[in-house]
């Protein structure tokens, strides 16, 4: 592991103007727990890292009228522990409170999760120079794929691996990014690309910007959302296949719902099609596994995945299923 | 000693290095003061310091520690080779096992997952500051009482797991210590008999 | 002077720890101390918390990882990329002009055969200037194509791994006639089992530290094995071996990868050597994930004829063993022996592909074969509608080799079966497989076990008694986490009537007294009777000493808490303190490991009864609880018993549902060598383990009637766990690790009617 140079800016600002000039070699870095990973694995060597978490008052959840903010620096411990957000966003509390382990959970943010790099094998191992690291193919479309994508693969078929994500893009929350021109506020529903735009990165920040904030809108009244994250072992791991989904109900009637699916493409993954087929039908398993069904026949699995379906078919069912209770 | 750090070339103009130029502090030594730190120099719009070598200050067990590190050390390196404080091991060596929680500021981190600099000003706990003396901890004297180990190298893991669990929760319930030990792993399998020494703990500790 | 030198891999030597222990040329007979009676053992038997404990809680126990000698210098080892190549050059001159670097070796000419494989190494004053010059050594390869799947292997014009081919017979055994007893059968069923590789992945990876004092030699090493490392180093290095000492005061776990002289411990001893330093070399994660051996696979078709009653008439087994370039596992000894059957048919392969060689992992072989044969027998019984433990006590053997061969000494497996099937509530099962109803199906299964564990006669220990009356004992063997030291501590302590704590135990130091590895559950059968031997012949000797201290009889003298007393006449008694002042120097006594009575057969038995729920919409299996019963004879401390069994069965269910080292067929190299990708239980998995002890003691065996623990425990405890899913779910799933993409195949083969 090659040494690298370490900044504490002081303001977010600083660090903005830092990254103004757009060196790749630049990194900044929230928790660090996914970065060291990169680095320790010599998929990035680093020139400079910018300790973000250096930065006073980045770290809040803050209500106000138009639902809550919540600074990227907050650790998603404390995300997962908050009683408002338990209260109002259950799809993120359950989502935040199963993120790897209490250890990562202590020191990860929400910022850091939500720019986190993919989990897939290939990409992990530094000698395996596939198309998301330059080189001229995906190694896991042919080779051992059980935990790859079965939407949207194509030049990569690694799965986004965030919990928080495909829960915030549910409750239609925005990401503020800063850079040295200013802000900008994107909806987390299109801060993803998928690798068809560009395969060597996950998100639209374009090197010389930060996630400053996340922010949720205000919970209707009856509105319901759940997580629900299918692991293979008990804890610490990636999800397999996992479901965000928030309703507008009336009575246990869907009025309408988001579910956003992660393990199962490259990108948190839109379940558009069952959304549509939900509308005006109960929140019920079976409506939902219906629903689920007939949207997943726009799958195509490889080789090891194929059980993914099936389970994202139950997921999805259950997650619904719990929005009524 | 080999590891006095090179001027690199900044990789940004604007950017500007600042090397400590005191040299490394010898294995084993905690002091309290190393003479000067260097004074921040100002900075302009788009400046920012940046180190090769960082000095950093922290409490390790209640003791003020004050170092230079690289920062590609991670807090586990400094503390099993500068500090020679072993009891943190390196298992896993990507956060993945908890064979080297340590508490920072109270809270269970992976020490090999967190770099040095990142501890710079916190309080860190690791097994060695567990006991008073030669009173152990109740959590210590409970993995022994109960047979909360086998081989032993994840057990300081599992201590300081177990004391960040109880620290904020004095009564957890069965599945909130499986929860809260669910980043450490113990490849003799020995759980069912951690738990029941941090149950057995909670119990002495809520009883004073 | 720098230099290169070629080391060739020393592990590969196929250790068969089931046939480890028990052979009777080893020692002389000896005489056998009288039993005592129930009731007489103040500390053996209960729960005794370990002497060592502080240590280990308070951070002091020092490992290999942790040692630091002035001077040191770290080594680390450059791997081959490739999984087959040949290595055309080894350019070590850049590393070894970088700063900081002390020496270099070149460690392979000619064919790599596995990713990982040794090329070169360095040694160098930190750990991270060893990396980065390894990075600067220039290998050329000629690579050439490589196979590492089992399937691939076998098929035409594969890659060839080894020159006779990739398919060599490694095992074959006959008895009765087969076809005969097929013949004879009413029905006839065959089944394929297959088990994954499973890697031991030990908290502390494998680690020595070497430091020259002129011609000796030490070496700190994170080891199973003291006394085997002296001598494999002693191989290698051709020196004397009474020129070298290894150490190991405390390791983190090795399950059977730990159980000889490894190549970087060569490595090590080589480069202290050179340099005059002393050379530390720690394997990471990675290597110890994909370098140091695994489980082999076994890939087994199990046929048998019963009658409708069955009663198995014909039994037999191919199978097709993977160990990667090495030859894998025998498993044929739970086929031949666990159940009464005339004729037997056994049949075994060695599959070889481009990876590192197996190593002898937690009951090897057995563990295996378990799978399968109580798979088979737990489908078998669904196929004659009878009980699975009816079916197996239809089948139960008194003798080995099925009840042809020689009688057991004790075999307390029905009382296992009694005891186990009441704790769980065995009744409960379904009565036909699948029966249940809802998404989550609730299933009971069973499994049994066999292993020698008997130990190793001619074991050595030494009792020391000082003057001031202190007591030592010292041992060559090692306390690989089960608690050796606490075990030897309580042999001493109760023959001579103190406390554990009393005892200074020495172990782990080669010098010591000769014990054999700690590996096959041999630790505790060997060395606790030669304490016990030892400590018999120091209590002997004190109590000769009371004796005419207190006028009686010597035969009248008992030695309890701390005192020589009187039988007849309790008011006569003496302090062991006061009474050891009288020896007129250190007093050692030795004690060796005797003999088993000729004649008959020693094993260890064992049953396990598990309860698990499967979602068969998720294909998630739950495991509820597991009740593991056996017969090991005299328990010597009920805590780290249960210990012993609780760890077994985590590892095993582990095994069951998660663990799997996954090769990628494109580049030959291992994808999951880390402990996310690799996966082991975790704290949220485990079931409720209730261990029960049939405490059958065995006069026979050894002095104190005790059998080894480590291996049996593990054995059926993959077994078991497939066979509850089958009770649960009506179909079984047949391979190992049960994934939720295998739960839900299986099922789908029940809906398909397969």
Known sequence: MKNFQYGKPASLEQAAAFLGPGDPNVFVMGGGTDLLGEIKEGLVEPAVVIDLKAVPGLAYIKKDKDGVAIGALTTIADLAEDPGIQKD??????????????????????????????????????????????????????????????????LCWAVYPSDLAPALIALDAKAVILSAKGERTVPLAEFYMPPIVNVRKENVLNGQEIVKEVRVPQAKANEKSAYLKFIERGSWDFAVVSAAVKAVLSGTTIENIRIVCGGVAPVPWRMTKAEEALKGRKATEAAARQAAKSALKDASPLAENGYKIELLETIIARAVGSLGK | MDSVPK????????????????GAVGAGVVSRLLGKEPRPRPTGPGELEVFEKKRISFTVNGRKVILDAEPRETLLQVLRERLRLTGAKRVCNRGECGGCTVLLNGRTVYACHLLAVQADGADVLTVEGLASGDKLHPVQQAFIDKDGYQCGFCTPGFLLASVGLLAKNKQPTFDEIRAGLAGNICRCGNYQKIYAAVGAAAEVLRRG | MKKEAIIEDPYLEYIDLANIGGDQAAAPPLPQPAQPKPGEFKLIGKYTPRV?????????????????????????????????ADVVSVDLGPALSYPGVKAALKLKDGRVKWAGEPIA?????????????????????????????????????APLVQNEGNVAKSNEYTRGDAEKGFKEADVIFEQTYKTSWEVHQPTETHGSLAKWDGDNLTVWDSTQAIQSVRDGLARSLAMPASRIKVIKHYMGGGFGSKLGVNDHTIIAARMAKETGRPVKILLTRQENSDCVGYRPTAWMTVRAGAKKDGTLTALTLKNYNCGGIGRGDRCSEPFTDVYKCANVKVEEYAVFVNTC???????PGHTQATFGLEGFME?????????????????????????????????????CYKLGAEKIGWSRRNKKPGAGNGTVRTGLGMASQIWPGAGVPGTLADVKLYNDGSVEVDCGTQDIGTGTRTHIAIVAAETLGLEPRDISVHIGNSDLPWAPISGGSLTVPSVAPAVRDAALKAAEYLKGLAAKKLNVAPAEIVLEDKKAVSKTDPGKSIDLKELARTIPRPMPFHGERANMTPGFAYQTFGAHFAEVEVDTETGKIK?????????????????????????????GMSAALF????????????????????????????????????????????????????????IPASAVIANAVFNAIGVHVREIPMTPARVLAALKRKEAGK
């Open chain 3, 379 to 415: 489908e078998l019984a669904a196929r004659l509608s009878l009980d699975p433990l009816e079916l197996r006590l239809k089948n139960y053997s008194t003798k080995d080799k099925g009840d042809t061969g020689t009688p057991y000494s004790t075999k307390g497996l029905e009382q």
């Open chain 3, 623 to 651: 495991v509820k609880k597991v009740v593991a019963a056996h017969d090991i004879g005299r328990v010597l401390n009920r805590q780290t018993a249960e210990s012993q069994v609780i760890g077994a069965i985590t590892q």
């Open chain 3, 121 to 157: 190494a360095v040694a160098a004053v930190d750990e991270r200037t060893a990396e980065e010059s390894l990075k600067l050594i220039k290998v050329e390869y000629k690579v050439l194509p490589h196979v590492v799947s089992v399937d691939k292997a076998m098929a035409q014009g």
């Open chain 3, 659 to 714: 663990e799997e080292k996954i090769m990628d067929p494109e580049t030959g190299t291992m994808l999951n060598p880390n402990l996310h990708d690799y996966k082991v239980a975790t704290a949220m998995d485990i079931p409720e383990i209730v261990p029960i002890f049939a405490d059958v003691i065995d006069d026979r065996l050894n002095n104190l009637g005790t059998k080894g623990l480590g291996e049996p425990p593990r």
């Open chain 1, 89 to 154: 966003y259950r799809v993120l509390h359950e989502a935040a409170a199963v993120v790897a382990s209490p250890q990562l959970r202590n020191v990860g943010t929400v910022g850091g999760n939500l720019c986190q790099r993919p989990r897939c094998w290939y990409y992990r191992d530094a000698r395996i120079v596939c198309n998301k690291k330059g080189g001229v193919k995906c190694y896991a479309e042919k080779g051992r794929n059980k935990y790859h994508a079965v939407f949207a693969g194509g």
């Open chain 3, 357 to 363: 060689g197996s190593r002898a992992t937690r009951a």
């Open chain 3, 52 to 84: 060592d404990g502080r240590k280990i809680v308070t951070g002091e126990a020092l490992y290999t990882h942790d040692l630091v000698f002035e001077g040191m210098l770290i080594a680390k080892i450059l791997r081959s990329p490739h999984a087959s």
């Open chain 2, 7 to 22: 001027k690199r070339k900044s990789v940004s103009r604007r950017a500007f290095i600042q090397s400590v130029s005191g």
